[in-house]
């Protein structure tokens, strides 16, 4: 039998004793850090969560889920109902809840699904909104920490981790999907440089730090001018919101919303509509066996639907908020594919 002579002990001593004490030291940073989390309140959940656990407690025989599309209106249409006040009007007899934030993207949705399956939804229908420009580096990419931080919540819902967010997220230890701010630029102005040259965007140069912004020409071709590779995550995670409402026995309609391509058309020509139509293709491929077999599960593509007149104007900026007749015509068409749903 060997032992350790007194010279290999004091060898592993010092190491020892360091490893010991750095991992004290991590422990009681931590805990403070913790401690001033909770105190100062930066473990409250954020107030998106607090929409999901009024819908969670409402029980609605009707879910959308969806970005500020649903719930947009103009400054000047204050007596026009928005498409998700339109959805519960039609309907007065059932309970419709509305998941709607601005920018809400199609991973965040199927995490507020679970969220929301977790804590007793069960919807008859869900409608979903499928936002082109959402899958645009514009949007998709773009440094955004409230994205990441409601996903973080949604998936770990505990203050304790919750108050580790912040040192997670500077130490790299989550796998962030937006980019460094300078690194997002950077993108913005490869694709710039890499657009037809037919398109006149070779003088067009993405914001960065000097405060230099978009045009809106080049904002319109970075936001619907790129197309959407078929790998993309949020295709992936459209399929995985609607494998799980599907399999919770949730009837499912997704509905792509309407694009200004009268508008693209007018500024680059029909190279710029053939990519917006491409990208319409990509989406509906991605689920295009669940529809062939699912009877519960519906599309609606009207991302040619309105014409440039029917969007409302932010000052030139690309965006898919229609106007009163706009979101009107819009429910006219989505209405009877919800109506069978909940026949069903």
Not at 33 to 41: D, N, P, S
């Amino acid at each position: 039998m060997k032992f350790l002579s007194s010279t290999s002990s004091s060898e592993w001593a010092v190491p020892l004793r360091i490893g010991v004490r750095l991992a004290v030291l991590v422990g009681l940073v931590t805990g403070l850090w913790i401690a001033f989390a909770l105190t100062m309140g930066l473990a409250e959940p954020e107030p998106f969560l607090g929409v999901l656990d009024g819908a969670a407690e409402a029980r609605p025989d009707l879910l959308l889920m969806g970005d500020s599309t649903l719930f947009w209106r103009g400054p000047d249409e204050k007596d026009s109902l928005s498409l998700e006040d339109a959805v519960a009007a039609a309907y007065p007899a059932l309970k419709v809840s509305s998941i709607s934030e601005a920018a809400l993207t199609l991973d965040m949705m199927e995490a507020s699904w679970r969220y929301l399956r977790a804590r007793g939804a069960a919807p008859r229908v869900a409608v979903v909104v499928v936002n082109l420009r959402s899958f645009s580096p514009t949007w998709y990419e773009r440094p955004d920490s409230y994205t990441e931080k409601v996903l973080h919540q949604l998936t770990w819902d505990s203050r304790m981790v919750r108050a580790l967010y912040r040192p997670l997220v500077e130490f790299d230890v989550l796998n962030k999907k937006a980019l460094k701010i300078d690194e997002y630029y950077r993108m913005l102005r490869r694709h710039l440089h890499a657009a037809p040259a037919g398109f006149g965007l070779d003088g067009e140069s993405a914001s960065d730090a000097t405060g230099q912004k978009l045009s809106a020409r080049a904002s319109y071709y970075l936001c619907y001018g790129l197309p959407i590779p078929e790998e993309h995550p949020l295709l992936r995670a459209m399929g995985g919101l609607v494998n799980e409402l599907r399999a919770d026995g949730v009837r499912v309609v997704l509905y792509i919303t309407p694009v200004d391509r009268e508008r693209g058309g007018a500024e680059f020509g029909e190279g710029i509509v053939s990519v917006i139509d491409g990208n319409r293709e990509v989406v509906k491929r991605a689920i295009a066996a669940a529809l062939a077999k699912d009877q519960g599960l519906g599309l609606l593509d009207r991302a040619d639907t309105a014409p440039t007149e029917g969007f409302l104007d932010h000052g030139g900026a690309p965006n898919e908020h229609l106007t009163a007749a706009g979101r009107e015509r819009l429910w006219a068409d989505l209405k009877p594919v919800v109506d069978r749903l909940l026949a069903e």
